[in-house]
Structure formats: C-alpha cells, structure tokens
C-alpha cells in the first residue's frame, strides 16, 4: 500500500541526487542507494527511509498505515546523518508525538527523505527489532 494522507497537504520532496548508503544500526544491512533506482516501491513518500528500508533493503519494518503519516508505527531514529534528511512537517512531528521512545534524531521513515549527501545509520526502535530480517 503507499499513496497521500488526504486529510494531510500534499508536498513533494526531492529524492536523493547522489550515491549513499542506509547501514541498520545493531544489524548486519547496509543499503547501497543510487538516485536512478529511487523510488524502490510505493511505501512512503518516494525515496523515503520506509521505501528504501522496506524495498531497497528487504527490511521488514512495520509501516500499518501504509506509509500516508497515520500511524507512527515506522518510527526510527536516525543516528547520523540525519542532517540530509527532508524536514519533519507539522504533521509528521503530530504523529511521531503518539510514538513510544521518542528521540530528538526521531522520524517517521514514511515521510522521511534522505538528499543523498550523507551516508546514514538508523535504528529501528527496540520494539519494532523482531520484524527485521535476520
Ligand atoms: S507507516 Fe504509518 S506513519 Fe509511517
């Protein structure tokens, strides 16, 4: 499932324009992105930490809304990097609010897109660990 949030403002975001890679924080997966591949699939915005976790990675994190911003059910923390990542809007940080853990480097991956110019490491919170593929 993927698509627009219809009782949230549409707003495009760039995908990536350079190489970069998506290292699972505790776990073996790194991701190698090249821009031309971007979107991977349909989950989150384009380009966005869900699409290129869930699609690029094979990763199999919880996104229960289908990637529109309602659920915060894909929260992660971005441990670096986090600097080339697309700005949380109003409605991603109301709905990151209703995630357990909350970080200051918290994101919802649906929603997050990284611009290619920073390598990144992110962590799936503890709860959400079991869904990663061994
Ligand atoms: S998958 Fe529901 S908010 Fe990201």
Redesign the pocket.
Do not use: E, I, W
């Given at each position: 499932m993927g698509g627009i949030n219809p009782y949230h403002k549409a707003t495009s975001i760039p995908t990536a324009t350079r190489p970069f890679t998506v290292r699972l924080a505790g776990h073996p997966t790194t991701i190698e992105v090249r821009p031309e591949q971007l979107p991977f699939g349909r989950d989150?915005r384009p380009g966005s930490l869900?699409d290129i976790l869930l699609n690029g990675g094979r990763v199999a994190i919880d996104?229960?809304?289908?990637?529109?911003?309602?659920?915060?059910?894909?929260h992660v923390v971005v441990k670096e990097g986090l600097e080339s990542c697309s700005t949380a809007d109003e409605a991603e940080e109301d709905?990151l609010d209703t995630a357990p853990g909350l970080t200051p480097q918290s994101r919802?991956?649906?929603?997050c897109v990284p611009d290619g110019s920073r390598d990144l490491v992110v962590e799936i919170p503890s709860w959400n660990r079991n869904a990663v593929k061994e």
């Open positions: 989150g869900l996104h229960a809304c289908g990637g529109v911003n309602a659920c915060s059910t894909c709905m919802l991956a649906c929603q």
